[in-house]
């Protein structure tokens, strides 16, 4: 999970493959099952994407983040995601040229799938994201990079979407985890926690705020216990 900065092309792509004739289209999204042969498995995956998303955008944290997404008015591409020996990811997101600026890839990975990609071994994971927390991490991404803000924070980026989706987390009642680097479980005092990610992360904070105000403002409102962002606008606007 996470932003992958391929040279041009991201894992398992193929630049000349032709489009998908099974695909759709929902707001900004065109979501293409690029490399499925089996028209049923292309037409189960256009289908599990977009029903994630439209779950998605039925939370507060998710409708701000599309809505920031919709209303810079770029096409966003979601296609398969592939492994390679080299790669091991929940998804990426990487900002280009040509007709969508920015592409997303992204496979969900439900029950049995989803131990085999963590190789049987779970419970060595103390944090397994769910399809939808995945996708609000490179939502995250996708709104920094149609807003011109994509890498402004260079390393910082991973631990904004890893923000972003601890709210949503929390608003669906999930354990958020204590930083994009460690990943681990955060069980304890929720509204703590959040005070002490808000002070550990300030700098960072200020700077989306400050980037992509709209977002942030939204965000804000959210009510639920982890919202640093809230806290920062309470002291400092």
């Known amino acids: 999970m996470g932003t992958f900065i391929p040279p041009f092309l991201g894992p398992g792509e193929h630049l000349f493959e032709p489009a998908a004739s099974i695909q759709a289209v929902f707001g900004p999204f065109t979501i293409r099952p690029d490399g499925m042969d089996d028209g049923h498995d292309a037409r189960a995956y256009v289908g599990q994407v977009m029903g994630i998303v439209r779950m998605v955008e039925t939370t507060r944290v998710g409708k701000a983040v599309i809505a920031e997404i919709r209303s810079r008015k770029k096409p966003v591409l979601i296609f398969p995601l592939e492994q390679v020996d080299d790669v091991m990811a929940y998804a990426w997101v990487y900002p280009r040229w040509g007709l969508f600026p920015v592409v997303v890839s992204f496979t969900p990975l439900f029950g049995r799938r989803l131990r085999q990609f963590l190789g049987d071994e779970e419970q060595k994971f103390d944090k397994v994201y769910t399809p939808h927390e995945t996708i609000v991490h490179e939502f995250a991404h996708v709104a920094r990079a149609v807003s011109g803000n994509f890498d402004r924070l260079g390393d910082d980026e991973e631990e904004l979407a890893t923000m972003v989706a601890n709210m949503f987390a929390v608003e669906i009642n999930r354990a958020p985890v204590n930083s994009y680097d460690e990943m681990k479980s955060v069980t304890g005092n929720l509204a703590a926690f959040s005070k002490t990610y808000y002070r550990d ?37």
Do not use: G, H, W
């Not at 200020?206 to 639920?224: H, I």
């Open 201 to 237: 992360n300030f700098d960072m904070i200020e700077a989306f705020c400050k980037q992509n105000k709209t977002l942030a403002t939204e965000l804000s409102y959210v009510n639920t216990t982890f919202n640093p962002i809230r806290l920062y606008m309470d002291e400092n606007l």
